[in-house]
Nanobody, 127 residues
Framework: QVQLVESGGGLVQAGGSLRLSCTAS????????MGWYRQAPGKERELVAA???????????YYRSSVKGRFTISRDNAKNTVYLQMNNLKPEDTAIYYC?????????????????WGQGTQVTVSS
């Protein structure tokens, strides 16, 4: 059973930065594409960023257009951890952010199973 534990959320002013971390246990982290989804109140969840396995897909990345140039996803397979560095945060980035195992490398109708989701971490950006 894979477990994902996120950390690093919080309250920040617009223009500020946060770094989310997600540490996996109980699985084969290095073989998994990983991603970050977010869900704001009253909105559908959306894929924010994803990073492929390094071995099979060269660590390719995906970013939704609204975060390109501001967010960076990375992974450290030795630590079973994926990161999301978020800079120049905007109020519209406010949401619960979820780390997800087996994330698609682009938005699609496929939603990874619930067993591959972390508990979520709240990010709040004040204006």
């Amino acid at each position: 059973q894979v477990q994902l534990v996120e950390s690093g959320g919080g309250l920040v002013q617009a223009g500020g930065s946060l770094r989310l971390s997600c540490t996996a246990s109980g699985g084969t982290f290095s073989s998994d594409d990983m991603g970050w989804y977010r869900q704001a109140p009253g909105k559908e969840r959306e894929l924010v960023a994803a990073i492929a396995t390094i071995t099979w897909n060269g660590g390719n990345t995906y970013y939704r257009s609204s975060v390109k140039g501001r967010f960076t996803i990375s992974r450290d397979n030795a630590k079973n951890t994926v990161y999301l560095q978020m800079n120049n945060l905007k109020p519209e980035d406010t949401a619960i952010y979820y780390c997800v195992r087996g994330a698609p490398m682009s938005p699609s109708a496929y939603i990874p199973p619930a067993s591959g989701w972390g508990q979520g971490t709240q990010v709040t950006v004040s204006s």
